[in-house]
């Protein structure tokens, strides 16, 4: 299948400090991206739709000043968590169709710690 | 909007047992749904995929089954093995192509 690249799978920041998540496909191009968020022992929750090109869309609740996304290449997005707070540790997981079959392929995660 | 279960939420068998994991949705009009696993600290890894013209798909020891009008799926797994053991999740896709989750399943395959 097609792969997704996400880079870093980890990181430790400080609060008040920004961090960018990179996600990446690597064998196709992808007009649309979906970066999603999860919580211990939860599922995957849907944060924003990542648009090659234009602005991103983003679901109810989530916080565009907060979570910037950036697609500015048919293969390559990026998730800018600004400002980190604790409560904004989490695993975030992209993800990109491939337009041949419609099937979603995720990346590896990023695990997130704001301390 | 689009809601999705799994039932149940976690599932302990003995290695070479056949299992159900089970899924539902409860818009059914979805573009395809998929079925994942994901391994703990792990990103996830596309099992199947079954477009909402289709009845079931299979890959090896996996069979995934959907039935629109009733709004459910079915992932079986043949012979299990303890390196099955991961949380399975489901995911409908509608019309805008974002995926709507499941919790997932907690399979655990005990040697």
């Known amino acids: 299948g097609a792969v997704v690249s996400q880079h870093p799978s980890r990181v430790i920041c400080k609060s008040g400090t920004s961090v960018k998540i990179e996600c990446r496909s690597l064998?196709?191009?992808?007009?649309?991206m979906f970066w999603y968020r999860q919580f211990p022992k939860q599922s995957l929750m849907l944060m924003a739709t990542?648009?090659?090109?234009?602005?991103?869309?983003?679901e109810q609740g989530v916080e565009k000043d907060k979570f910037l996304i950036n697609h500015a290449s048919l293969t390559l997005s990026t998730l800018t968590v600004t400002s980190a707070h604790p409560e904004d540790s989490s695993f975030y997981i992209c993800?990109?169709?491939?337009?041949?079959?419609?099937?979603?392929?995720f990346g590896q995660g990023t695990r997130l710690t704001v301390v | 909007k689009q809601e999705v279960t799994q039932i149940p939420a976690a599932l302990s068998v003995p290695e070479g047992e056949n299992l159900v994991l089970n899924c539902s949705f409860t818009?059914?009009?979805?573009?395809?749904l998929q079925w994942f696993r994901q391994d703990p600290g792990k990103g996830l890894t596309s099992l199947l995929l079954?477009?909402?013209?289709?009845r079931e798909q299979t890959s090896g020891r996996l069979n995934a089954s959907l039935d629109k009008s009733s709004g459910r799926s079915t992932l079986y797994i043949a012979a299990s093995q303890p390196g099955d053991s991961a949380t399975y999740l489901c995911?409908?896709?509608?019309?805008?192509?974002?995926?709507?989750f499941g919790s997932g399943t907690q399979l655990t395959v005990l040697p």
């Open positions: 993800s990109a169709r491939d337009p041949k079959n419609t099937e979603a392929f």
């Open positions: 064998d196709f191009q992808a007009t649309t």
């Open positions: 990542s648009n090659e090109g234009s602005k991103a869309t983003y």
């Open positions: 818009d059914s009009a979805i573009y395809n």
């Open positions: 079954i477009q909402s013209s289709q």
């Open positions: 995911a409908s896709s509608g019309s805008a192509r974002q995926l709507t």
